[in-house]
């Protein structure tokens, strides 16, 4: 028995994805009954795991590796900041002395203010500054990448940093993480208005006002206290496209945020991605077009309780009448 029966009405005007009937029935599916490779496309495949964070550092640190091992470049897009990943993993190649000399590191997104202007790495706002502090200060010197190998967004590039990005080749590997609305980082339908899918798909780098909900979502990270500081999130974002992850040759998606008392925001926008259609309006739906894995914790996975805390009271109620009656 669905809640809206007793109580309809339309999903708030600025929401790019308007379908009701999409919305109710992606939410009420249990994404355990389609782990594995249960999509339309074959190469890619949903897991559901207890720590996402392990799993990310360890295959990172694998293509690391096996490009140190076997003298080969590796692109990689990461989303950032990713603090725990980032110590792990610089702690676990510097105990086994695994270089990245090989490795180019392209970012998801970083902020910018309302003019335009990127923030540098050095700044306490920059998402890619986290991956510096914790990641390429951590490495023992002689392990270190070449510094013009991580490839910041600045103000100058944003607009030729997927060329710079296609110029290596693409990306070996492009890890992202979902936005409240289903955006991947700062890519959704506002900053990346399209006709159609085709037309979505080739859309490249650019700055980009995020949706309210993502200044939102963001203000709930560690870096602005997990207070929900929303007046001290950075207005607009520097940005990879569509483009950009559909070139890289393998995608990996994490899906963890969890907060106290088992509360994860990303249920919602990961079930519309992964169940939802295939179109701009909904921005993580096109990684199940591309090979690769999706990793999400179980209190991500799980169905949100409401709808079935709500019928479970109409039916104790008509019992209590129904003794009542007797």
Request: hydrophobic share 40%; net charge negative.
């Amino acid at each position: 028995m669905a809640i809206n029966k007793y109580f309809n009405f339309a999903p708030a005007e600025f929401l790019p994805f308007q379908d009701r009937e999409v919305l109710d029935s992606v939410i009420s599916i249990d994404l355990k009954t389609r782990e594995g490779n249960t999509f339309e496309n074959p190469e890619f495949e949903l897991r559901i795991v207890h720590d996402v964070h392990n799993y990310f550092a360890t295959d990172l640190m694998q293509r690391i590796r096996m490009s140190d091992l076997k003298n080969e470049k590796l692109v990689v897009i990461l989303p950032s900041p990713e603090n725990a990943v980032f110590l792990s993993l610089a702690s676990a190649l510097n105990r086994f002395k695994i270089s990245c000399r090989n490795l180019h590191v392209f970012f998801l997104y970083e902020y910018a203010n309302e003019e335009g202007k990127v923030a540098p790495w050095q700044s306490p706002y920059s998402r890619s500054g986290h991956f510096m502090r914790y990641f390429y200060n951590q490495l023992d010197a002689s392990l270190r990448m070449p510094m013009e190998q991580i490839h910041f967004f600045t103000t100058e590039n944003v607009n030729t940093y997927s060329d710079e990005l296609a110029a290596l080749g693409g990306a070996d590997v492009a890890y992202t993480a979902l936005s409240w609305s289903s955006g991947i980082g700062a890519i959704d339908p506002e900053g990346f208005p399209a006709k159609s899918l085709d037309e979505y798909l080739a859309m490249g780098s650019r700055i980009v006002t995020p949706m309210a909900e993502m200044i939102a979502h963001d203000s709930l990270r560690g870096m602005f206290g997990c207070a929900g500081d929303i007046a001290n999130v950075p207005p607009c974002a520097a940005t990879v496209g569509p483009r950009d992850l559909m070139a890289s040759k393998e995608w990996i998606d994490l899906e963890y945020l969890v907060g106290c008392g088992g509360v994860s925001h990303q249920r919602y926008p990961l079930n519309l991605a992964l169940l939802g259609p295939i179109c701009p309006e909904n921005p993580g739906s096109i990684m199940r077009l591309h090979k690769g894995t999706c990793y999400t914790v179980p209190t991500v996975a799980k169905i949100p309780p409401s709808g079935a805390d709500f019928d479970g009271i109409l039916d104790t109620l008509a019992e209590i009448k129904k003794k009542e009656e007797a």
